[in-house]
Structures are given as C-alpha cells and as structure tokens.
C-alpha cells in the first residue's frame, strides 16, 4: 500500500508539473503575440515615419535640383545677353542699309533707269536672307534658354553634340565676362566634322556643358588674378568619335584640384568654391544626367598647377 500511495503521489506531481508546464507554455505564447503585435506595430509606425522622410527628402531634392537649374540659368542669361545683341545688330543694320535701298529704288524708278533698280532689288534680296539668317539665329537662342529652365521631358531626340558644345562655350565665356569685364581667355573648339547626330536630352546636355565650363573659367580666372607671369588662361572643348561613342573634353589650365579633394568633386554640396558663389549641386547633377540619364561616363582628371580635364562619353545610339 505505502508504493501505490507513493506511485499515486508521484503521479499526481507529475500530473501538477505538466500543468503548470502546460499554463507556463500558454502564458509564454501569450506573452510572444503581444511582443510580436508590439513589434509590428512599431514596425508599421517606423515604415510610415521612413515613408514620410523618403517623401519629404524627394521634394527638397526635387527643390535643389530646381535651385540648381536656377542657378545655372542666371549665368547663361548673362551669355544669352551677349549673343543675342550680335544677330539683333545685324538685323537693325541690315534693315537700314534697306531702306536707303528702297529710297534709291524709288528714286530710280523715277528715273525709268531699270537696269540699277534690278540691281538694287538684288541687294535688297540678299539683305534680306540675311536678316531673316540672323533673325532666326536670335530666335533660337532664346528658345536654348527657355528650353534650359524648363524640367526635363525625358525624351531624347536627334541631337546636334557640335552645335551645342560650340553654342554654350560661348555662352559661358561671355556669362563670365558680363560679371567681370577684365575677365580675358582664350577658348577653342576641335569639333570632330565626323561626329554623327546622338540620341540625347538636349537640354539636360546643356546643363552640363555649361556647368562644366562655367567650372573651367572659374578656374583660370582664378588662377589669372595670382598674377603669374606669362600666365595665359586658356579653356578647350574637343569632340571626337571613340568606336560607337561620343566625347566631349573640356580642359582648363587652372589651378588644379588637389589630390584630396579629387574623390569628393561628385558628391552633392561639394564645392571648392567660397561660400556663397556655388550650390556644390553642379558636379552631382552633372554625373546623374549623364550616367543615369543617358547610360554615359563623366570623368574628371586634374594636376594640381596644370589643370584640369573633364571627359563626357555618350553612348551613339
């Protein structure tokens, strides 16, 4: 009898233990949903709130790359201004020169003496596809500037790499000499004649030319208010076809960037000029147009005292 009270008991605590085993198991998983609905909870509020800066870093980008256009817009407005006086000349002058024509037209006709009122009607001809050459040239450099302050499209057209490369050297040169009449240097085109029509944004390709030149004139007339002598700033554009690829060298003989530095030149906000005269945007939107938008390469190489040189690559088609 004492076993089976013995063996009763035993099982009677076996029975306990797996009960409280049992209700601890119960009160263990009970315990986990409520973490686990915690955790999910916070998961949620911590994906709403990531969603929320994601949102909110999107739309200050979106305002500092519209800064940036801005910003660059102001300093080919200055070029534009320049430009554009050169065919409005041509088109006041021309237009004089016409009406002492048509006086003398008259006047010869008057005259009856036709053979010199052909003559005249020649010249008045001529003057006039001139006019109409120089009228068209203004109109599109104010539609380069409209289309350069406009959002992108993302569409790429046919684009002429020569005439816009040769079109915003200019641009950029006369930008800077608006700003600080002393300013002098010499700047050369080698546009490859070769050089096929490419798929492009041409107005994002703009963008980045002019911000890589404005860069290399920046540079060189830095380095020209050092006063070295036999010191010659000098900026150079270059074309050329490379197998199924464009390329455009924009080479200055400025100061160089330090080695340092070089790493940096593509991050946004970098800049190496003083406070207040760059965004530090310009490189970075630079490299995103042409690597993300148009599946190119942006390089830079520089010499610290030499210069240095920037190498877009676009693909052809």
């Avoid at 940096?264 to 000029?273: A, E, G, N, V, Y």
């Amino acid at each position: 009898k004492r076993f089976e009270f013995e063996k009763a008991d035993a099982e009677h605590t076996k029975d306990e233990a797996q009960r409280q085993l049992l209700a601890t198991t119960r009160q263990n998983e009970q315990i986990v949903r409520e973490q686990n609905a915690m955790l999910e909870n916070k998961v949620e509020e911590r994906t709403r709130e990531l969603s929320n800066t994601i949102d909110n870093l999107k739309q200050m980008q979106d305002k500092l790359i519209q800064s940036e256009k801005l910003a660059s817009l102001g300093e080919l407005t200055a070029g534009i201004a320049h430009e554009i006086q050169n065919p409005l000349n041509f088109v006041n002058n021309f237009s004089e020169v016409n009406q002492e024509l048509l006086t003398d037209m008259l006047e010869e006709i008057e005259q009856g003496n036709f053979v010199e009122v052909k003559t005249l009607a020649r010249d008045l001809a001529e003057n006039e596809k001139k006019i109409t050459h120089h009228g068209q040239r203004a109109d599109s450099i104010v539609k380069g500037m409209l289309q350069h302050s406009r959002r992108s499209s993302g569409k790429k057209e046919l684009t002429d790499i020569n005439a816009l490369s040769d079109e915003y050297l200019r641009l950029s040169y006369h930008g800077l000499r608006v700003k600080d009449k002393s300013f002098n240097a010499k700047f050369e085109a080698y546009l490859d004649q070769d050089l096929p029509k490419i798929n492009a944004m041409g107005q994002d390709i703009g963008r980045v030319l002019l911000n890589l030149l404005n860069n290399a004139f920046y540079a060189v007339s830095e380095k020209s208010k050092k006063g070295i002598q036999g010191y010659e700033p000098q900026v150079t554009l270059t074309t050329k076809m490379t197998q199924s690829q464009v390329q455009i060298r924009i080479k200055d003989n400025g100061d160089g960037i330090p080695e340092g530095l070089q790493n940096k030149i593509f991050q946004p906000f970098f800049t190496t000029q003083p406070t207040g005269q760059g965004t530090g945007l310009g490189l970075s939107l630079s490299y995103d147009i042409i690597h993300k938008g148009h599946n190119g390469n942006l390089e830079m190489e520089s010499n610290q005292g030499v210069g240095t040189q920037f190498i877009i690559t676009l693909p052809i088609t």
